[in-house]
């Protein structure tokens, strides 16, 4: 067990929909990633929150959002859905130094239909 | 900006037979490395990391890596494989800025035949 928890585990919805991810930390971790993994893609890096604040942003579309809230959870808004979108998104959190190790979730299986 | 290639994206192997799974990156930057595994219906577990010194890194389950900066190498080593080893494996890449998001290579789905 990672430490990392994302909610829900899977969830199916339709074209247009929008959907919120959500992902708590490990206890005492500061930053959280987002990365989506799909067949085509691989898995590609989309936003890091230190500390609520956001501090990289890698290939994340316009449609799709991130926080980091006071108590370091974070959520992925994702609207505006598309076929494509499909695909199992990932949560990490690491202590925040540069080196730090990045601890996985079992992620969130998004199927648009 | 950083990459990674894993040269093969499927490796079958009988059991107790040794493996290898290639990984090559690309940075204009010094990186430290990482090798995840990923197993059906689960999250990454980090297996080793390189960061400074000792070019052979020594990981879980009997995993190591050999950090090559002439040949830009990472390659995932171990010398004989269980049926359990039969995952998803994944090169990763980052700099040595505050970023410390990673970059992940395509991944080399490792299957053991028993």
């Known amino acids: 067990d990672s430490g990392v928890t994302q909610t829900p585990k899977h969830l199916i919805t339709a074209t247009g929909q929008r959907v919120t991810l959500r992902c708590s930390p490990r206890?005492?971790?500061?930053?959280v990633y987002w990365y989506q993994q799909s067949l085509d893609q691989g898995l590609q890096f989309l936003i890091q929150?230190?500390?609520?604040?956001?501090?990289a942003k890698g290939n994340i579309l316009e449609r799709f959002s991130a926080q980091q809230f006071p108590d370091l959870h974070s959520e992925l808004n994702l609207s505006s859905l598309e076929l494509g979108d499909s695909a199992l998104y990932f949560c990490?959190?690491?202590?925040?130094?540069?080196?730090?190790?990045?601890?996985f979730g079992n992620g969130t299986r998004l199927t648009v239909t | 900006a950083q990459s990674v290639t894993q040269l093969d994206s499927q490796v079958p192997v009988f059991e107790e037979a040794p493996v290898e799974l290639r990984c090559n990156y690309s940075?204009?930057?010094?990186?430290?490395l990482f090798w995840y595994v990923q197993y059906p219906n689960q999250g990454l577990q980090l297996l080793l990391k390189y960061l400074s010194g000792s070019t052979l890194v020594k990981g879980i389950n009997g995993f190591e890596a050999e950090f090559n900066k002439s040949q830009t190498s990472f390659h995932l080593r171990k010398p004989s494989v269980h049926i359990s080893d039969t995952a998803e494996y994944f090169c990763a890449v980052s700099d040595q800025t505050g970023a410390n998001n990673l970059f992940f290579g395509t991944g080399t789905r490792l299957t053991v035949i028993p």
């Open positions: 929150y230190y500390n609520g604040e956001e501090r």
């Open positions: 990490a959190s690491s202590g925040g130094a540069y080196n730090s190790p990045l601890h």
């Open positions: 206890s005492g971790d500061l930053s």
């Open positions: 940075s204009s930057v010094s990186v430290y």
